[in-house]
């Protein structure tokens, strides 16, 4: 049998929709809650994409997309 795993531990994409609430309502909402889970992310995406022993170009130029539709979104606000 799996261990159990308390409802804070798991993750959002294993939530069951009659749990969404009460596990949204356990998440850090304050500043530093918000800070870590955006360093969490970028630690993941990173290891994921950018430090890995055969490396590729999909993080790189998934970096590079970004920036591009960030430019354009910047440069023709008024679209």
Request: charge should be positive; charged fraction near 20%.
């Amino acid at each position: 049998l799996p261990a159990a795993v308390l409802l804070k531990d798991t993750k959002l994409m294993d939530v069951k929709l009659g749990q969404l609430g009460s596990w949204l309502a356990m998440r850090d909402f304050t500043p530093g809650g918000i800070l870590g889970a955006l360093r969490r992310g970028q630690e993941r995406y990173y290891n994921k994409y950018i430090n890995v022993r055969k490396g590729g170009l999909g993080g790189l130029s998934m970096v590079l997309a970004g920036y591009v539709i960030l430019s354009y979104m910047w440069s023709y606000s008024h679209i």
